[in-house]
C-alpha cells in the first residue's frame, strides 16, 4: 500500500471516530472517547505491531486482527460513555425522587451500575421477578392506589414467596408533592384492602410473614434482598397500566445503599 494512502486511511478512521459520536449519538463524550480510542489504536500498531509483523500486515490471518481490536476498542468506549450519560441523568434526576439516603451518597452510588425502567410493564415484571426470586426479604413502597393487591395472580406469587420463609414489607401513602389531597374514603379503601391482604396471609401460616404499615413522605421502592433497590415513581400495587412521565424508576446495584435503605424502612416502621 503506497504510504500516502495508508497515512490518508489512518487520518481517515480517526477523524470518523470523532464524528461517529456526534452523528449518531448526540454525545461529544462518545466522540470523544471513540476518537482517542482509535488514535491509541494506531499508536500500538505503529509502534508494537510493526515492528514484529512488518513483513505480514497485509496478508493472512493478521489482516483480522485490526478490525478485533478496533471493534473491542468502539464497544469499551460507547458502553463507558451510555453509562456515563445514564449517571448524569440520575443525578439530574436525584431531587425528584426525594430521598435522603440517595441524595446523600449518591457519587458512591453511580460507581456501580444504574438502570432504568419506564413502562409499566417493565415494572410489572419487576416487581413478580422479585417476589419469585427472593431470598430474604421483598420491600414494596406504593402510594394508594393498591388494588393489585386483589389480584389473583398476585396474591398466588406473594404466596409462593410467603411459603419460601421471605419476609415482605408492604408500605403504602406515599404521594408526590403538588398532586391534591387524598380522600378519605380512598384512604380508607386502601386500608381494608391491605388489611384483607394481611388476614389472608395470616390464615394460610406460611413460613414468611407479611407486614403492611403507613409510610409517607418519599418516592415509590422495590427493594429485592441486597441485590437491587428501584426507586421512582410508579405505584407497584397499583392496577393501572398507563404511562405517564413519573413512572420512570432507577435500578440501583450499589450494596451499601440498598442495605441501609432497606434497614431504614424496616426499622422505621417499627419504631
Same mark, same amino acid.
Given at each position: 500500500m503506497d504510504p500516502l494512502y495508508w497515512v490518508g486511511s489512518i487520518g481517515v478512521t480517526i477523524?470518523?471516530?470523532?464524528?461517529?459520536?456526534?452523528?449518531?449519538?448526540?454525545s461529544y463524550e462518545l466522540a470523544k472517547w471513540l476518537g482517542f480510542g482509535i488514535i491509541g489504536y494506531w499508536l500500538i500498531w505503529t509502534f508494537a505491531l510493526i515492528s514484529i509483523f512488518a513483513a505480514?500486515?497485509?496478508h493472512g490471518k493478521l489482516a483480522i486482527y485490526p478490525g478485533i481490536l478496533v471493534v473491542i476498542i468502539f464497544h469499551l468506549n460507547h458502553r463507558?460513555?451510555?453509562?456515563?450519560?445514564?449517571?448524569?441523568?440520575?443525578?439530574?434526576d436525584v431531587d425528584r425522587l426525594d430521598n435522603q439516603v440517595l441524595s446523600e451518597h449518591i457519587k458512591t452510588i453511580i460507581k456501580d451500575p444504574i438502570d432504568t425502567l419506564q413502562t409499566h410493564e417493565e415494572h410489572r =415484571?419487576?416487581? *413478580?421477578?422479585?417476589?419469585k426470586t427472593a431470598n430474604e426479604t421483598v420491600?414494596? #413502597?406504593?402510594?394508594?392506589?393498591? @388494588?393489585?393487591?386483589?389480584?389473583?395472580e398476585f396474591r398466588s406469587i406473594l404466596g409462593g414467596?410467603?411459603?419460601?420463609?421471605?419476609?415482605?414489607?408492604?408500605?403504602?401513602?406515599?404521594?408526590n408533592s403538588g398532586t391534591k389531597t387524598i380522600e378519605r374514603s380512598v384512604k380508607q379503601e386502601t386500608s381494608e384492602t391491605l388489611d384483607n391482604l394481611m388476614e389472608w396471609c395470616v390464615n394460610k401460616k406460611w413460613e414468611g410473614r407479611l407486614e403492611v404499615f403507613y409510610y409517607a413522605g418519599q418516592s415509590n421502592a422495590l427493594i429485592?434482598?441486597? =441485590?437491587?433497590? *428501584?426507586?421512582?415513581?410508579?405505584?407497584?400495587?397499583?392496577?393501572?397500566?398507563? #404511562?405517564?412521565?413519573?413512572?420512570? @424508576?432507577?435500578?440501583?446495584?450499589?450494596r451499601d445503599f440498598i442495605i441501609q435503605e432497606r434497614d431504614k424502612i424496616v426499622m422505621g416502621h417499627q419504631e
Open positions: 477523524t470518523f471516530g470523532f464524528l461517529f459520536g456526534r452523528k449518531i449519538d448526540k505480514y500486515i497485509f463507558q460513555m451510555r453509562r456515563s450519560r445514564k449517571n448524569e441523568e440520575f443525578i439530574a =415484571k419487576k416487581l *413478580i421477578n422479585a417476589l420491600v414494596i #413502597l406504593s402510594g394508594w392506589a393498591v @388494588s393489585y393487591a386483589e389480584d389473583k414467596c410467603l411459603k419460601r420463609g421471605v419476609m415482605v414489607y408492604i408500605g403504602y401513602g406515599n404521594q429485592k434482598d441486597d =441485590k437491587y433497590a *428501584i426507586i421512582g415513581g410508579l405505584n407497584w400495587l397499583s392496577d393501572n397500566g398507563s #404511562l405517564n412521565t413519573d413512572e420512570l @424508576s432507577w435500578i440501583i446495584s450499589n
